[in-house]
Structure formats: structure tokens, C-alpha cells
């Protein structure tokens, strides 16, 4: 059901070719959970955020299944030289923070989903703050864009990334080569909640779904206990955006 161009699939082959290789030198690959990808349909799919690399590590495990990743990126990452094309040209969604173009973002990232494409959405809006990686507390974009649009809601998480480049890091750790696992799951249970009211209370309950089906996976894949509560930014007096974890 997918309605890719020429053009788009041809640079996605080329980001590829560019891409891929390195991406294996780095890591053994240990993928699971394939069969959870729809294929039929438009889905989002929610990772956890750990590494400024996740985003190569989850495009490289949809690439691999011939499904073409698209992402929420910032506005401002298209008018990097090179990147900027590579975005374009792939039609990727630009979204710009705190301001009134979020709106026109949000009606691209439908037309991705209406088109039958796979569009990430982060759902923790930042790399995580929690001291130990955790997936910390949700925003509500990703639950309301699914509750807009009925698409099905992929809950995802990887492991290992951080070794190769650690949260807020700028060292690539090469070697020895390090194994990155990454686990999609059952779709996110919001049936009850689709078609009624956007209330504050409803968009809350998805994204605790989300969140909590996202958290799963990540104790799956660590064989460890998530904490009873997930960290909250504003209550250590963290920014929502930005490199921090002070």
C-alpha cells in the first residue's frame, strides 16, 4: 500500500548504500519481532530515544523489511547542506517546536500515514533523561496523531546503541563492535479510545499505553525491572528540549 516516488525511492537507495555498510561495521544486528509490522495499512511506530543515533538503528531495521522510514525531524536540520537534500529528497516531515507551523507538520505526517508509509514518532519528544536510559514520561503527539487517524500504533525498542554513541555523546566507541537489538511488538491497544472526544483525558490515556507498551520491551530486551515511576523532566527541573540531564 505504499506510495513512494522515483525520486524518493531512489535516494532512499542511495542514503542506503551510504548508510548501511557503516551501520554494519558498527553493529551486529540482533532484529525481532518483523512479523508485528503491518503491511497492509499506515502505521506509526514508536521507539524509545537513547542515542542521537536511533534514528539510523530503527530507519535500518524498516529499511531492511521494504518499508521506508519517515520522521518528525526539526525544520531546521533541512537546511543542512547534504542532510538537507537527504531529507527532501526521502520526504521526510519537518516540524518546527513552539511554533504555529506545528499544525501544517502534523497534516504532512497524516498524508504519510493516509499513503500507507511508516512514520516515527519518538514519543518521549527528546532523547530520555532518566539517569539509567529508562523511557522516561510521554508527550502526546504520537497519541493523538493515532487517535486522529486510526492509524495502528507499533510500539518499538533497541538496546546497545548507547555503546556505540552514548546519550549527548560526540565519540563514535567503534570497536570492539557491539551488538544493538531491536524489538517492534503487538500494536498498542487504543480501540476503546478511538472515536471519542480529544479530551486532555483520553490523549493522557494513549500516551500512558504507549509509553507503557515501549517500556516493555525495553526491560525485555535489558532482562531488568523499569522503575515503578517513569522519570518526569519537569519535576527535576530539566528543559523538554535540548542536551540536558542535569
Known amino acids: 500500500m505504499s506510495n513512494e516516488t522515483t525520486k524518493s525511492r531512489l535516494v532512499f537507495a542511495l542514503v542506503a548504500g551510504a548508510v548501511r555498510p557503516v551501520m554494519n561495521a558498527l553493529m551486529a544486528r540482533d532484529w525481532r519481532g518483523m512479523d ?6 499506515g502505521f ?43 531529507l527532501r529528497g526521502t520526504r521526510q516531515v519537518p516540524v518546527a517546536r513552539s511554533t504555529g507551523k506545528a499544525g501544517a507538520s502534523l497534516e504532512v505526517a497524516r498524508d504519510v500515514i493516509d499513503a500507507g508509509g511508516a512514520l516515527i514518532i519518538y514519543p518521549e519528544g527528546t532523547l530520555t533523561r532518566d539517569p539509567d ?4 514520561r510521554g508527550r502526546t503527539g504520537a497519541a493523538r496523531l493515532a487517535l486522529e487517524t486510526g492509524a495502528p500504533v507499533v510500539p518499538m525498542a533497541h538496546w546497545g546503541a548507547q555503546d556505540v554513541l552514548p546519550r549527548y555523546g560526540r565519540k563514535i566507541h567503534a570497536f570492539p563492535r557491539k551488538r ?13 479510545l478511538r472515536g471519542q472526544p480529544l479530551t486532555r483525558e483520553t490523549v493522557d490515556e494513549a500516551t500512558h499505553r504507549i509509553m507503557d ?10 532482562g531488568e525491572q523499569p522503575p515503578a515511576e517513569r522519570w518526569d523532566p519537569a519535576a527535576h527541573g530539566q528543559p523538554e528540549t535540548g542536551r540536558s540531564t542535569s
Not at 45 to 53: F, G, L, Q, R, Y
Not at 56 to 74: D, T
Not at 213 to 222: F, I, N
Open 180 to 192: 544493538v537489538t531491536v524489538l517492534a511488538g503487538d500494536p498498542v491497544d487504543l480501540s476503546d
Open 36 to 41: 508485528k509490522l503491518p503491511r497492509d495499512t
Open 133 to 136: 536510559l529508562w523511557p522516561m
Open 44 to 86: 506509526i511506530v514508536c521507539p524509545n530515544h537513547v542515542t542521537e543515533i536511533d534514528p539510523l538503528v530503527v530507519g535500518h531495521y524498516l529499511y531492511n523489511q521494504k518499508i521506508m522510514p519517515r520522521y518528525l525531524a526539526k525544520e531546521s536540520l533541512f537546511r543542512v547542506p547534504v542532510l538537507g537534500a537527504a
Open 213 to 222: 507498551a515501549v517500556t516493555a520491551l525495553v526491560a525485555q530486551l535489558r
